[in-house]
C-alpha cells in the first residue's frame, strides 16, 4: 500500500504562485505515476497533470499548461506541483494519487490540501 500526503496549500491572490507537495511512503517502490486532481465546490473532480515515477514523462491538462508544473524527488519520495499565475477558477482542494501501471486506476489519494485564489 502508497499513502500519499499533501501540503503546501493555502490562500494566494490571483497572479501568485504557490507549490504544493505530495510525499508518498509505504510501497513507493510499486509507484507507476503520480497524478495531481482537482475538485472544486460543486463540479467534479478534474485531471491536472501527471508524472511517471521512474523517468519523470509529463502530462497536463490544457488548462494548467504553461502555468502549472509537475516535477518529483524520488531521493525524497515527494512530487510537487508549482503553480503560477494563479486565477480565481484555480480554487479547489488538490489532491495527488498513484497507479501502479498504466492500465490501472489511481487507487492510493491522499487527504488533499485546499488552495483558495482571490481575485
Known amino acids: 500500500q502508497v499513502q500519499l500526503v499533501e501540503s503546501g496549500g493555502g490562500l494566494v491572490q490571483a497572479g501568485g504562485s504557490l507549490t504544493l507537495s505530495c510525499a508518498a511512503s509505504?510501497?513507493?517502490?510499486?509507484?507507476?505515476?503520480v497524478a495531481w486532481f482537482r475538485q472544486a465546490p460543486r463540479k467534479g473532480r478534474e485531471f491536472v497533470n501527471s508524472?511517471?515515477?521512474?523517468?519523470?514523462?509529463?502530462d497536463y491538462a490544457d488548462s494548467v499548461k504553461g502555468r502549472f508544473t509537475i516535477f518529483r524527488d524520488n531521493a525524497k519520495n515527494t512530487v510537487y506541483l508549482q503553480m503560477n499565475s494563479l486565477k480565481p477558477e484555480d480554487t479547489a482542494r488538490y489532491y495527488c494519487?498513484?497507479?501502479?501501471?498504466?492500465?490501472?486506476?489511481?487507487?492510493?489519494w491522499g487527504q488533499g490540501t485546499q488552495v483558495t485564489v482571490s481575485s
Open positions: 509505504g510501497r513507493t517502490f510499486s509507484i507507476y505515476a
Open positions: 508524472i511517471t515515477w521512474s523517468d519523470g514523462k509529463t
Open positions: 494519487a498513484a497507479r501502479k501501471s498504466i492500465i490501472r486506476e489511481y487507487d492510493s
